[in-house]
């Protein structure tokens, strides 16, 4: 239960949250978008958090994904990577972010 509540709280309590693993190049990309644009996040770095598998199970039965970076927006689950660029693309991620 702990788990779930962890990252319920986290995705309730900050704007952007990232669930990401230190090392992962999406993750990386994914950050290094949301800093160009100024935003401040919540980085979960699930590979150095001793629930951090849990987390990430956790995350899949929720959401259905099972890959890194997790993101969501004003608690909505915007996806991975590739996601949050198309996003940023379209126009769609400035909405969420106003």
Known sequence: MAVKDTVE???KDNKIVVFSKSYCPYCKKAKALLNSLNEKF???ELDEIADGTAMQAYLKEKNGQSSVPNIYI??????????????HSSGK???LLA
């Open 9 to 11: 709280s986290a995705i």
């Open 42 to 44: 919540a980085a979960y």
């Open 74 to 87: 004003k608690g909505t689950h915007v996806g991975g990577c590739d996601d949050l660029h198309a996003a």
């Open 93 to 95: 991620l400035q909405k």
